[in-house]
T-cell receptor, first 108, second 116 residues
Framework: AQRVTQPEKLLSVFKGAPVELKCNYS??????LFWYVQYSRQRLQLLLR??SRESIKGFTADLNKGETSFHLKKPFAQEEDSAMYYC??????????FGTGTSLTVIP | GAVVSQHPSRVICKSGTSVKIECRSL??????MFWYRQFPKQSLMLMAT?????????EQGVEKDKFLINHASLTLSTLTVTSAHPEDSSFYIC????????????FGEGSRLTVL
């Protein structure tokens, strides 16, 4: 069965410090993984997807099949990065399964 | 980006009544929409996949007779919570894909249901 795990519910870092939001997944096939973000009073929106191998707002995420992880990283956190971050897995039936989310707070 | 709209954003109803929540894709056609339920400080739980012109696909543990889903057109899916009870109080969110190849989901703003 597919499952997405985000072990940290809350994460606080100082502005300018590196940040890493952890995501592990369980999936029998070839996974397609995403990071979604929800800023205060806004709806969920796509941040990045592993297929694109892109950097969005300074964030990157590498799919590690050996460790079944897709951790989200940014070398220098900014205050505007404070938000709720969800890791998501696209399943075989095209459904999306979300992790429990990590609330990131960047301290000025 | 694509726009998905939900209505109503908030609804309060009495126990035993039914409530309908609409999800519309405003600027694109969506053959598939997804309904999620979010408990306070918890993740989005996929309830069902709404397929235009056919029956919805429900996730395990979700009562299809309780949560009726209708996807009558390419821009509208509805979720009806039948005979609502206080435990059905939750935040319901719909999403849709504009381009199946990208896999990107566009989310509605959510609907807060409170059952008294």
């Amino acid at each position: 069965a597919q499952r997405v795990t985000q072990p940290e519910k809350l994460l606080s870092v100082f502005k300018g410090a590196p940040v890493e939001l952890k995501c592990n997944y369980s999936y029998s096939g070839s996974p397609e993984l995403f990071w979604y973000v929800q800023y205060s009073r806004q709806r969920l929106q796509l941040l990045l997807r592993h297929i694109s191998r892109e950097s969005i707002k300074g964030f990157t995420a590498d799919l590690n099949k050996g460790e079944t992880s897709f951790h989200l990283k940014k070398p220098f956190a900014q205050e505007e990065d404070s938000a709720m971050y969800y890791c998501a897995l696209r399943g075989t039936g095209n459904q999306f399964y979300f992790g429990t989310g990590t609330s990131l707070t960047v301290i000025p | 980006g694509a726009v998905v709209s939900q209505h109503p954003s908030r609804v309060i109803c009495k126990s035993g009544t039914s409530v309908k929540i609409e999800c519309r894709s405003l600027d694109f056609q969506a053959t598939t929409m997804f309904w999620y339920r979010q408990f306070p400080k918890q993740s989005l739980m996929l309830m069902a996949t709404s397929n235009e012109g056919s029956k919805a696909t429900y996730e395990q543990g979700v009562e299809k007779d309780k949560f009726l889903i209708n996807h009558a057109s390419l821009t509208l899916s509805t979720l009806t919570v039948t005979s609502a009870h206080p435990e059905d109080s939750s935040f319901y969110i719909c999403s849709a894909r504009r381009d199946p190849n990208t896999g990107e989901l566009f989310f509605g703003e959510g609907s807060r249901l409170t059952v008294l």
